[in-house]
Antibody, heavy 115, light 106 residues
Framework: EVQLVESGGGLVQPGGSLRLSCAAS????????MIWVRQAPGKGLVWVSY????????YYADSVKGRFTISRDNAKNSLYLQMNSLRVEDTAVYYC????????WGPGTLVTVSS | DIQMTQSPSSLSASVGDRVTITCRAS??????LAWYQQKSGKVPKLLIY???TLPSGVPSRFTGSGSGTDFTLTIISLQPEDVATYYC?????????FGPGTKVNI
């Protein structure tokens, strides 16, 4: 059974940093691309970042480019999102998803940026 | 960048009704279009990919069609458990933009 579990969310002040993790199991992690998607409270889905299976191709949404860094460790079946210079508007539930389109999603982790 | 729009933004229908949601891309995306269903408080679920392909386990009352710029998601016979917000997403090239969503009520 495919399982994705995000962690690392929490409350952070504007300008701060957080590192999200996504632990994967139940599939051959190293053969699938992965994406991060976020959803602000009461709002729609917003694609954040993409990483190919080998990390050779990476994309970011313009809203996070230069502030967020996606990475993965295929040996540890883990996906990461390093988020720096956080803004109030980054407040959202962050989901990791397997593949593009996202065939399986984790339950999400809430990031709150507030002073 | 290619923009994704959906219509209507919300709709209310009766059980058994045929419901159609439209997704439009501002430029052609071939058939690189996915649909997701998100029930209230739940995680999004992939409903359709490649514009018209249903993943295993998705009920056959859901159908997708279209290519290029215009796509539709049809629920052939609306069921109570279909109350949700439906999103389209393009994935031909980055950015992999979602549509704004269509809320379906009964």
């Amino acid at each position: 059974e495919v399982q994705l579990v995000e962690s690392g969310g929490g409350l952070v002040q504007p300008g701060g940093s957080l590192r999200l993790s996504c632990a994967a199991s139940g599939f051959t992690f190293g053969t699938f691309s992965m994406i991060w998607v976020r959803q602000a409270p009461g709002k729609g889905l917003v694609w954040v970042s993409y990483i190919s299976s080998s990390s050779s191709t990476i994309y970011y949404a313009d809203s996070v480019k230069g502030r967020f860094t996606i990475s993965r460790d295929n040996a540890k079946n883990s996906l990461y999102l390093q988020m720096n210079s956080l803004r109030v508007e980054d407040t959202a539930v962050y989901y990791c998803a397997m593949g593009l389109p996202g065939a399986y999603w984790g339950p999400g982790t809430l990031v709150t940026v507030s002073s | 960048d290619i923009q994704m729009t959906q219509s209507p933004s919300s709709l209310s229908a009766s059980v058994g009704d045929r419901v159609t949601i439209t997704c439009r891309a501002s430029q052609g995306i071939s058939n690189y279009l996915a649909w997701y269903q998100q029930k209230s408080g739940k995680v999004p679920k992939l409903l359709i990919y490649a514009a018209s392909t249903l993943p295993s386990g998705v009920p056959s009352r859901f159908t997708g069609s279209g290519s290029g710029t215009d796509f539709t998601l049809t629920i052939i016979s609306l069921q109570p458990e279909d109350v949700a917000t439906y999103y389209c997403q393009k994935y031909n090239s980055a950015p992999f933009t979602f549509g704004p969503g269509t809320k379906v009520n009964i």
